[in-house]
């Protein structure tokens, strides 16, 4: 909504124009009336909207035209006065006032006008007879007021309705020769209603509409209101409600009539608490509000966004499978003004057999993007309605910033629930089956994916000491021995090898010594196609004689040439290194230690899988 408003009065010499000035600021009819008023500012505390309001008077003997059109250029709404007895001030509307203002404005964001017929106290009868075929004729003039200077009649009505013009505009909402509202304004309403449809079955029930107007207002409706309000609807269309509930085109029709009665500022509350400006786009303070994330800090979703989350995938997963079919996916993203997830998001995160995101996946792809990118994350989650939803002042209250790793290393312990894992080595050594790998994927399933369609990005859970955490593996393209600060920065880093290839492993120690040899990132590395016959390696030392000279975990095998899904051991020791870096590199050999976390990590899947089965089930 604009900040201030800015009034221009325009018209005849003698119609009233500055006594009309005068008398709202003084609240009585001026004994002497200058030429013209100076521009006044009214503050936003004694505006009906609260919002400062500036009123400026024309006049013809005091100002040039030059002067006239740039008042024009700045106003944000123009009084049109007229005399109900001077019929040529009447005429003057039409046949210079009118032309002159759309001359000097932009056609497809015409200034709102609104006709002021002054002096109604030197006349018995009304002159709308007269002025109702000028407003049908010009759709940019909002109103007509009939007022008295002398009298203080409507008065103060006169500029609440300019004020209203400007911030609650019935351009953008409707066609008055079509009697329609636009598309654009059909589609703002439509996501709303689907924001607002919380169990996506059509229709809003009498729980949704409460939960909407005190969102909107507020306030609850009162159950006579609700009754109320539906047979209206009732009334006027005969598939406005159903199931007692109110359908998306009663929705709509509802907002028709608000604006048709003049009542376009409840329509424009709704779409402002939703997020959209004056033009019905989204506002970037609404998709973008504000958030401080310091150096060498994380961004998590937090529980209740998870929870959010999950009651979003619970809507649209009608069939209850656990997984989002294409279609049910497609209904979810009605609310975004585009596609935001691609084909690569089926191989970045947990399918089904059908290839559909499964309940895990879908969240480990908001953690992904949450993670990388969390300004997209902020602007999805708005596009979603979190703020409306979950009640929060915006959806940065679903971000957690965690503390600064240098911290975590001070205190030995970890308050974050999501740790990145480099994939390094070079090209053809196994670093997209590894990734792959993680998201349950055999060699012959990993055969079917398309090559546009590959992620370089694999997320999903694993479980270490009983405690669920996210695993994001990075799949590095280092095609040169020198690395980017961004590609070193990580939890854990995982160096793979080719143990069938003799000149694999010396890339990954090269990388090792240049980048890593001194840092405090924890390094596992991987000899991958371990179902391959195994080659000595042609550098020296030997990957085992190189690891324990680091004070590495000896290789780590690693085949997907299996029957079954690949083993997630591998990844549990990488979560485990990423969680306790401080832990010395010797006692991350002790089988002793892999044990007790991932003996954890079998018994808290198998319970989280079935806690949520239980849950589904009760719902």
């Known amino acids: 909504m604009r900040k201030d408003v800015r009034i221009l009065l325009v018209g005849e010499p003698r119609v009233g124009k500055t006594s009309l000035i005068m008398s709202l600021v003084s609240e009585e009819f001026p004994d002497e009336v200058p030429p013209r008023a100076e521009e006044i500012t009214i503050p936003a505390d004694v505006t009906p909207e609260r919002v400062p309001t500036h009123i400026v008077d024309y006049s013809e003997a005091e100002q040039t035209d030059e002067q006239l059109y740039q008042e024009i250029s700045k106003a944000n709404v123009i009084c049109i006065v007229y005399a109900v007895n001077n019929k040529n001030s009447i005429e003057k509307v039409t046949s210079q006032w009118i032309p002159l203002i759309n001359d000097r404005t932009d056609k497809d964001s015409r200034v709102p006008l609104i006709l002021v017929g002054n002096k109604s106290d030197l006349v018995e009868h009304s002159s709308m007879e007269t002025i109702l075929p000028i407003m049908n004729q010009y759709t940019e003039i909002e109103t007509c007021v009939e007022c008295s200077a002398k009298n203080l009649k409507n008065i103060s009505e006169l500029f609440y309705y300019a004020q209203k013009a400007v911030l609650h505009p019935t351009g953008p909402l409707y066609c008055p020769e079509e009697k329609e509202m636009k598309p654009a304004c059909i589609k703002a309403l439509t996501r709303i209603f689907k924001i607002t449809d919380q169990d996506n079955d059509g229709i809003l029930n009498d729980a949704e509409l409460n939960f909407f107007q005190r969102a909107c207002f507020n306030t609850p409706l009162a159950p006579q209101a609700l009754e109320d309000v539906k047979n209206v609807v009732r009334k006027n269309m005969s598939d406005g409600v159903f199931d007692n509930g109110l359908t998306l085109k009663g929705f709509l029709f509802l907002h028709t009539l608000f604006i048709q009665r003049g009542r376009h500022e409840t329509t424009w509350t709704v779409l402002r608490r939703f997020g959209y400006d004056d033009d019905l786009e989204l506002t970037q303070d609404y998709l973008f509000p504000p958030l401080k994330i310091p150096p060498d800090c994380t961004t998590e979703l937090n529980h209740n966004a998870y929870l959010f989350l999950q009651s979003v995938f619970d809507k649209h997963d009608l069939d209850r499978d656990c997984g989002l079919s294409p279609d049910e996916l497609k209904d979810l993203f009605k609310v975004f003004p585009y596609m935001p997830w691609g084909p690569d998001v089926h191989n970045t995160v947990c399918t089904n057999d059908r290839g559909w995101i499964t309940y895990q996946g879908y969240l480990s792809q908001w953690t992904l993007t949450t993670y990388l990118d969390v300004q997209r994350c902020l602007e999805y989650m708005g596009y979603l309605g979190y703020?409306?939803?979950?009640?929060?002042?915006?959806?940065?209250?679903?971000?957690?910033?965690?503390?600064?790793?240098?911290?975590?290393?001070?205190?030995?312990?970890?308050?974050?629930?999501?740790?990145?894992?480099?994939?390094?080595?070079?090209?053809?050594?196994?670093?997209?089956?590894f990734l792959q790998a993680f998201l349950g994927r055999n060699l012959m399933r990993q055969r079917q994916i398309r090559e546009d369609h590959k992620s370089f990005y694999a997320i999903s859970t694993t479980y270490v000491y009983g405690q669920e955490k996210y695993l994001l593996l990075h799949e590095l393209f280092a095609d040169s021995e020198f690395l980017s600060d961004s590609e070193i920065s990580c939890d854990v880093v995982c160096l793979v090898y080719d143990s069938s290839n003799p000149s694999s492993f010396e890339f990954c120690a090269r990388i090792f010594k240049q980048h890593f040899m001194d840092s405090k990132t924890p390094c596992m590395i991987v000899a991958a196609k371990s179902d391959l016959h195994e080659v000595k390696q042609d550098c020296s030392p030997s990957p085992s004689d190189f690891c324990r000279k680091h004070k590495m975990p000896p290789p780590q095998p690693f085949t997907c040439n299996t029957v079954d899904v690949p083993s997630k051991d591998i990844y549990i020791k990488l979560t485990t290194m990423a969680m306790y870096p401080h832990v010395m590199q010797a006692d991350l050999k002790s089988s002793t230690f892999w044990l007790r976390a991932s003996v954890g990590a079998t018994m808290f899947a198998v319970l989280g899988f079935a806690m949520y089965r239980a849950l589904l089930k009760q719902r």
């Open 387 to 433: 703020s409306i939803i979950s009640e929060q002042e915006s959806q940065a209250a679903a971000v957690t910033v965690t503390r600064d790793k240098k911290i975590d290393l001070q205190k030995k312990q970890t308050q974050r629930n999501v740790f990145r894992c480099n994939v390094i080595g070079m090209k053809g050594c196994g670093k997209s089956a």
